[in-house]
Nanobody, 122 residues
Framework: QVQPVESGGGLVQAGDSLRLSCAVS??????LGWFRQAPGKERELVAA????????IYGDSVRGRFTISIEENSDTVSLQMNSLKPEDTAVYYC?????????????????WGQGTQVTVSS
């Protein structure tokens, strides 16, 4: 089973930037999403992107601050996070699906990574 692998989490201060990476071997997916889950909260979509092209989709709370992209000539999807806030603190997961249509629904993603912790201090 193909499993994406996240990296790049850490502890930063409010206002800082952080870049997460999701490595996918062999371009196994048609689309990929970054999700996050804070303690006591549901897992929510942060951003999603498709290898078929089209504009990525973003969660309302991160739009304008986060950017998802597929690194050129690679199977890595990055999530650039700028102007981080304490409320961005969560475990961040990347998840893939075979369909190229992007979706916000976490139930539509079959392949999940182990997650990486992002902590933003005030």
């Amino acid at each position: 089973q193909v499993q994406p692998v996240e990296s790049g989490g850490g502890l930063v201060q409010a206002g800082d930037s952080l870049r997460l990476s999701c490595a996918v071997s062999g371009r196994a997916f048609g689309s990929l999403g970054w999700f996050r889950q804070a303690p006591g909260k549901e897992r929510e979509l942060v951003a999603a992107i498709s290898w078929a092209g089209g504009s990525p989709i973003y969660g309302d709370s991160v739009r304008g601050r986060f950017t998802i992209s597929i690194e050129e000539n690679s199977d890595t999807v990055s999530l650039q996070m700028n102007s981080l806030k304490p409320e961005d603190t969560a475990v961040y997961y990347c998840a893939g699906r075979s369909a190229t249509v992007m979706t916000r629904s976490r139930s539509q993603y079959r392949h999940w990574g182990q997650g990486t912790q992002v902590t933003v201090s005030s």
